[in-house]
């Protein structure tokens, strides 16, 4: 039993870096994502991965293959796209789906020219997505500061997302927040995105957010419950994750997300809101 | 006999058009080579005669390139295309069919001996020569170009294909083509020397992603890498741990980053064992001209010494 859950984060410093790095950007990115998911935008993850190309490419023209100008552009370009979106979607009749899909898309065609222009084919994407086998200091103390800001942001300001969430005007009729909160929100989302993309790589920063968010969403309506239990599956998935990469030489990223996955899969049937007992209820209901 | 012999030859270079329009006198041959490496041997068999192009450039990664049009349009006008072959180049299948180019697809690789990719990390180090036998059974290296031994076969290929397109040139890409390889049987020599200077049970070494099994096979050093073949697959945490006691138990004795991969992980291994990163190995491309590896000669003598510099010096 020792050997099999502990012996490998004890000798091995890079397996503690990996389950340090990858449980606080559950801490953050989790909660975040039930916002997303909530906001019905569970999709921006991804769109964001392209939508930073322009970003890291401008780093690129001045600096070279540095990570930091590299990551700072992306948040730059990502912070571009959210803003504009969240304007569009705010201030005209379009959704915020599709305000996203256009200005990412946008973001991504500027991106490519860009770094055609230079005509490089080192590709800048592979050099920018960390792994997370191989977090050094920067990337750990990077990942804790983005969950600290995260936590701290919504703890100041929770009600006022909540309900900018769930209901954003009412959140207009009563309080002048709503505005700034939406873009505080999608500030938020970004840092957790562009961050954990330089650290861990897309397909983890991505699915970590997504994943328990849509698998705590079967077990409780209330947004509390939902964020704390969206952390608690986060936190299982990367240790199974890590387990399961040490143990049958899988490769990390998609050894963590497919154990969120599978608690995804099974929370759909068995979860109190899932297929088994939503059916059952109404089966009761019908012969009562 | 003779007749035939010929005739073989000009077969296995001669591959999708048996024969190419056959050029004009004063014109100059237009060849597309798919990666610097190549377009390095070119050079030097070609000289002036030849009009190059070459795809994938200094420090570019040719396992993930997305060509652009005007890649197209110079393979459109070609007259030969020189590739490595084994499916190094994962783009040029369809460049080659989108470009309608009537020229020549020369595979370098022709006639070399392929060698299979090491399915696992772990085999032990310090007899690189036998472990090769039974212990694989993946798809083929296609890095053959680490072999200088090798490389005098793309050489040849070269010259030969040269010599199909345009006849009047002939003697002179021959000629080249000898002089070249007798630099290149040079510089063999010199990095065998070097490596017969490195103790037995000091050569094993580790690098980003699985380029160097040629190098191994033909020169007796052992390399490990966390990734595999391609730069594109990701690491397990297996693989890294086993790396890392294959250091602690005074395996393996030194760590390189290469010039086209994301170097954070090799720099993980170094900082978890204390092992110095020992420099930069030049892999699937070469440096830019003022780089310290801008030749195929010069990355063969940049990589021998760098290895044999931290594995001596450590």
Redesign the interface.
Same mark, same amino acid.
């Given at each position: 039993m020792y050997d099999f859950l502990i012996a490998p984060f004890v000798e091995f410093g890079f397996m503690q870096r990996a389950l340090a790095g990858s449980l606080m950007l559950s801490l953050g990115a989790c909660p975040v994502g039930v916002f997303l998911m909530l906001r019905r935008m569970s999709l921006t993850g991804d769109a964001m991965a392209h939508a930073i190309l322009p970003g890291a490419a401008v780093g690129f023209l001045f600096f070279g293959l540095q990570i930091v100008p590299m990551t700072i552009g992306g948040l730059v370009a990502g912070v571009i796209v959210a803003v504009g979106a969240g304007a569009v979607s705010r201030f005209t009749v379009q959704k915020e789906d599709a305000s996203m899909a256009a200005f990412y898309l946008i973001s991504l065609a500027l991106g490519v020219l860009m770094v055609s222009l230079r005509g490089s084919s080192v590709d800048l994407m592979h050099v920018l997505f960390g792994t997370v086998l191989a977090l050094n200091d920067e990337a750990l103390i990077l990942i804790a500061a983005i969950a600290a800001i995260t936590l701290t942001t919504l703890l100041v300001f929770w009600r006022a997302i909540v309900a900018e969430c769930l209901d954003p005007l009412f959140l207009r009729s009563v309080s002048r927040l709503g505005t700034p909160v939406h873009f505080i929100f999608l500030g938020l989302v970004v840092l957790n995105l562009v961050g954990g993309f330089q650290a861990l790589g897309t397909l983890l920063s991505v699915g970590l957010m997504m994943l328990p968010a849509a698998a705590a969403r079967f077990w409780t309506t209330r947004v509390e419950p939902m964020c704390a239990l969206a952390v608690a599956i986060g936190f299982g998935s990367c240790i199974a994750g890590l387990l399961l990469s040490y143990h049958a030489a899988l490769p990390s990223g998609p050894a963590i997300i497919l154990s969120a996955g599978l608690v995804y899969l099974v929370s759909t049937i068995f979860g109190t809101r899932g297929v088994f007992n939503t059916r059952i209820r109404r089966h009761r209901h019908r012969t009562a | 006999m003779l007749k035939s012999l010929r005739l073989a030859a000009l077969m296995s270079v001669i591959t999708l058009t048996p024969f190419s329009p056959a050029s004009a006198f004063a014109e100059p041959l237009k060849v597309v080579a798919s990666f610097s490496i190549i377009g390095d041997f070119a050079r030097n068999v070609g000289g002036d005669r030849v009009e190059l192009t070459t795809l994938? @450039?200094p420090? @570019?990664?040719a396992h993930?390139?997305?060509p652009?049009p005007a890649d197209a349009m110079a393979m459109a006008k070609a007259d030969v295309v020189l590739v490595n072959g084994l499916h190094f180049e994962g783009f040029l299948q369809r460049l080659v069919e989108a470009s309608a180019t009537k020229a020549s697809i020369v595979e370098l690789t022709r006639g070399v001996e392929p060698i299979k990719m090491k399915e696992e990390h772990e085999h032990e180090g310090g007899d690189a020569g036998e472990g090769h036998a039974h212990h694989h059974h993946g798809d083929i290296d296609p890095h053959a170009f680490q072999s200088i031994a090798n490389a005098k076969i793309y050489v040849k290929n070269i010259a030969d294909a040269f010599c199909a397109a345009d006849a009047q040139g002939c003697d002179s890409y021959k000629a080249n083509a000898d002089a070249y390889t007798q630099k290149l049987t040079r510089t063999e020599g010199e990095v065998k020397a070097a490596i017969a200077s490195i103790p037995q049970d000091k050569r094993t070494i580790i690098t980003s992603h699985d380029a160097f099994g040629y190098f191994e096979h033909e020169y007796g050093l052992t390399f490990l890498a966390?990734e595999g073949i391609s730069?594109? #697959?990701? #690491? &397990? *945490? *297996?693989?890294? *741990?086993a790396l +890392?006691r294959q250091v602690k138990e005074d395996k393996a004795s030194a760590i390189f980053m290469e010039n +086209?991969t994301?170097a954070?992980?090799v720099?993980? +291994?170094a &900082?978890?064992t204390g092992l110095k990163v020992g420099g930069t190995l030049y892999s699937d491309a070469l440096s830019p001209a003022d780089g310290p590896a801008s030749t195929y000669i010069d990355m063969m003598h940049h990589n021998v010494d760098t290895i044999k510099g931290a594995i001596l010096g450590s």
């Open positions: - | 994938v @450039g420090d @570019g990664d993930v390139y997305e652009k966390p730069t594109e #697959a990701e #690491a &397990s *945490a *297996a693989d890294v *741990a +890392i +086209i994301n954070r992980l720099e993980q +291994i &900082s978890e």
